[in-house]
């Protein structure tokens, strides 16, 4: 673990003497993914203002529930985003038989090659409106709840992760996954930025089972807004850590399958 | 002791067909299995210097990844320094080092060193090691003109021999060179090969590599291995296949005036042709040019004489179209 994070610190900082070069681009990029986001929640705040609420959540409640998405989306994706889910150009590039003429794993080496720096944008904004919306709603957070916060934010990451390395590892099978992962990862998710008990029950069970994209935000986001209604609402909350794990292993073991069909050995 | 052992090896792969219209091709594909690698054997010896010949697609880069471990083998048994590659791939990968000509392994907008940094943290060069390597192939290699300049200004040369000192750090024992002379110019090609011959005669470095370019396997390597459609077609010292195709030297020679009739013992053919010029073509290995030469200036009055031997390329021409 030390020597992961040592060797990802020399390789952050090489990647960014190599941004350097071309630092008009670095700071238009993170400008871009700031100015971006900083838009869709104007846009949620213009919605609510005229609405009032939207089922019943105000601009905070919708702030940390869609903070939450972003902040674990943006995490995941400065880690893996660029390569993982990318895979198919690496693999088409030749870059994955370089990887696997290392000493080290493929997919710590891919986290190492390229640190996702643009979604700093991201992680700014999200930061600025979910504190607001926090001291704004809560006030101080009770140790309790700032531990579930904290576990709900690292099973978001296990999540969107999980996801990125699911969709980058079907490129193993077809090439390109690039049109897959627009409509089952982003198309899908988008809609947990509003509130899910707005959507038809058909909805709601496939954003929590088919696709767990609600185990991101939704339900923690009850459980942190004190707006859980039945106890199962309640436990699916309390859950949101062990489904990023279980969701993380499944697209591990389907990596590393595609992996092995990579190499041959599945055949 | 054997550093490479292949036996009975062979590499299929799924490919779509693509025949029909393309909505066939899009929706109802059909697979066949192709043989990239067909039952091959052979052995390498620590030091060698081998090098693997053969048309695109004859299965040379497919059996240079099984060796690095990056492709599992179908079937048949492979290992390299006594372990099974794509069962140990880590640790094979530790003692192997790989340039694949087509593509870097450099970061592109940076100077060359600070790839090397990122190499010496991912295989775990010891600090002397490191320094000492840099160095000694910094010298061969020529790279400190250019050590600091980004990756993007270097010549394709430069790039080449930066990649080559890359794969060399960690001090692999065996280097799998994949097209390493493609695009180079003829000079630098030539340092290039002077350079692999520098590592393998100093470091002891086993040495594979696969090349278009017959001159490569004529200056560096001291056994071909010919692969065609998947098998090999032939194993044996560089030499040997040149002294078998000696057949193909020609004399020829430009006589004061045309004789009717030119016997000469032991040729293959004699082409007396119009304009006073007679070709004979001969085996070297059966008969010298100067007992030839000196057999038929004893006899006839000469203008000009020219021998020409065999050159790879045309023996390897030979070779794929037979």
Redesign the interface.
């Known amino acids: 673990m030390r020597e992961f994070f040592?060797?990802y610190w020399?390789?952050i900082k090489?990647f960014f003497?190599?941004r350097a070069?071309?630092r008009v681009g670095f700071f238009l990029g993170l400008f871009s993914n700031f100015y971006g986001y900083f838009i869709t929640y104007a846009t949620f705040w213009v919605l609510v203002s005229s609405l009032g609420h939207i089922g019943g959540w105000d601009f905070s409640d919708l702030s940390i529930l869609y903070g939450l998405s972003l902040l674990t989306y943006a995490i995941s994706g400065t880690l893996i985003w660029y390569t993982v889910y990318h895979l198919g150009g690496i693999i088409t590039?030749?870059?994955l038989?370089?990887y696997?003429?290392?000493?080290?794993?493929v997919l710590r080496?891919m986290i190492f090659q390229r640190f996702g720096d643009t979604f700093i944008g991201q992680i700014i904004v999200t930061i600025i409106f979910l504190s607001m919306a926090i001291i704004n709603k809560i006030g101080t957070l009770t140790p309790a709840l700032f531990a579930y916060f904290l576990l709900c934010i690292i099973g978001g990451v296990l999540i969107q992760a999980g996801a990125m390395i699911l969709i980058g590892s079907i490129s193993f099978w077809t090439k390109r996954s690039a049109e897959i992962g627009e409509l089952f990862y982003y198309e899908i998710r988008d809609l947990t930025q509003y509130p899910l008990s707005i959507f038809p029950r058909w909805i709601q069970l496939v954003l929590t089972y088919v696709f767990p994209w609600a185990f991101i935000n939704y339900y923690p986001a009850l459980i942190i807004l004190n707006k859980t209604q039945t106890v199962y609402d309640f436990i699916l909350g309390l859950l949101s850590p062990v489904i990023g794990i279980l969701f993380l292993s499944v697209s591990l073991f389907v990596f590393n399958r595609g992996l092995?069909k990579y190499?041959?050995?599945g055949? | 002791m054997n550093i490479i052992e292949i036996e009975k090896l062979s590499r299929n792969f799924k490919v779509a067909k693509r025949d029909g219209n393309f909505l066939r091709y899009m929706f109802r594909r059909k697979h066949t299995t192709v043989e990239a690698v067909k039952d091959i054997s052979f052995t390498i010896q620590p030091g060698e210097l081998v090098g693997f010949i053969g048309p695109n697609g004859a299965g040379k880069s497919t059996t240079i990844k099984m060796m690095a471990g990056i492709l599992v083998p179908s079937s048949g048994n492979i290992r390299v320094l006594e372990k099974v590659p794509y069962q140990n791939r880590k640790s094979n990968a530790a003692n192997i080092g790989v340039l694949f000509g087509q593509r870097s392994q450099l970061w592109w907008d940076l100077p060359v060193s600070d790839t090397f940094k990122l190499l010496k943290k991912i295989y775990k060069i010891p600090d002397n090691i490191y320094k000492e390597n840099t160095n000694t192939y910094g010298d061969i290699l020529g790279i400190g003109d250019f050590v600091d300049q980004p990756v993007r200004q270097l010549s394709l040369g430069q790039r080449m021999r930066a990649d080559l000192c890359a794969s060399l750090l960690h001090n692999p024992k065996i280097l799998f060179l994949d097209e390493p002379t493609i695009g180079l110019d003829v000079v630098v090609k030539k340092q290039i090969r002077e350079m692999i011959r520098g590592i393998n005669a100093q470091k002891g470095v086993t040495v594979i590599l696969t090349t278009h370019d017959m001159k490569d396997i004529d200056e560096i390597c001291q056994r071909i291995i010919m692969i065609d459609k998947g098998q090999i077609i032939i194993d044996k010292p560089t030499g040997d296949v040149k002294n078998r195709f000696k057949g193909n030297s020609t004399i020829t020679m430009v006589f004061d005036k045309i004789p009717d009739e030119l016997n000469v013992p032991q040729a293959e053919s004699v082409e007396l042709k119009d304009d006073g010029k007679a070709v004979i073509s001969f085996n070297s290995a059966i008969i010298s040019s100067a007992v030839i030469i000196s057999d038929i200036i004893s006899k006839h009055k000469i203008v000009d004489i020219t021998i020409k031997e065999p050159e790879i390329d045309d023996i390897i021409r030979n070779l794929y179209n037979q």
């Open positions: 040592s060797t020399l390789y090489t003497k190599s070069e071309y590039g030749g870059g038989d370089m696997l003429t290392r000493p080290l794993g080496q092995r190499s041959g050995a055949n």
